[in-house]
């Protein structure tokens, strides 16, 4: 998931960014942060939440979805910067627990994803949910701060790839066809078997996760259990069959 290393592939660009353009610096955007990794909170902080240089005022933090919509309804940020894998439900369940705000006519509370996922299913489910955009954490300072406006202002805006998911899933008016055997499974436990059917080993996720490597023995135990599978071979053709790797 989160990977506090991306944040820190940002010094200085967006305070370079605001220096140049000469304008953001007058601009001003009020930012909660919701990711449940500390260490990547603090890194995004420090890098565009210099409000003089870049214009944004980070206003709150949250790490997972409780402390989001407690502190999203205390703070009432024009936009948040939201992970899509949060203890508790994930994003879609702030933002489904948020809509009264993100409908707000007058003082709407716009939602940016920011994840280090690029799965199409994750990208179109909090579409779908009500977030204005969704950028992956490879994004530079300078690019961030600039969606972050980009949002407040009422525009979309994607990774460059990721446009495409949107287009294609909202290209027809029918829904797409609803995979009950993957919504049997939490956000945790799809971000895991997707690594597991990428061929990482346990030692790997669990670096990769921030979690011990007897939490990830536990989330394939759980997703072989839900899925009605007997090792990760198989698990592996289950996911690549619905192209989830």
Not at 52 to 62: D, I, K, R, S
Not at 104 to 119: G, I, K, N, Y
Not at 198 to 224: C, D, M, N, P, W
Request: with cysteine; hydrophobic share 40%; net charge negative.
């Amino acid at each position: 998931m989160s990977d506090p290393t991306e944040a820190n592939g940002m010094p200085g660009e967006a305070a370079e960014s605001a220096e140049s353009t000469g304008g953001a610096a007058r601009r001003h955007v009020r930012v909660v942060l919701v990711d449940d990794h500390r260490m990547f909170r603090t890194g995004v902080q420090a890098e565009i939440g210099r409000t003089e240089q870049t214009g944004v005022e980070v206003v709150g933090e949250a790490a997972d979805v409780d402390q989001a919509v407690t502190v999203i309804t205390a703070t009432r940020p024009e936009v948040v910067l939201l992970d899509v894998h949060l203890p508790g439900g994930g994003g879609v369940e702030v933002l489904r627990r948020c809509a009264a705000l993100t409908g707000d006519s007058e003082r709407p509370v716009r939602f940016l994803a920011l994840s280090v996922s690029d799965a199409a299913e994750d990208v179109i489910g909090v579409i779908r949910g009500g977030a204005r955009g969704y950028v992956t954490k490879t994004i530079t300072g300078s690019d961030l701060v600039d969606s972050i406006f980009r949002v407040q202002e009422g525009d979309a805006v994607f990774s460059p790839r990721l446009a495409g998911f949107v287009l294609d899933a909202f290209a027809s008016t029918d829904a797409p066809p609803v995979d009950e055997d993957l919504d049997r499974l939490t956000q945790r436990e799809r971000e895991v078997l997707r690594l597991i059917a990428r061929g990482y080993a346990y030692k790997e996720i669990a670096k990769q996760l921030f979690i011990s490597v007897k939490t990830v023995e536990s989330h394939v135990s759980a997703v072989l259990r839900k899925l009605q599978l007997s090792n990760r071979h198989e698990l592996t053709r289950w996911a690549t069959a619905r192209r989830l790797v």
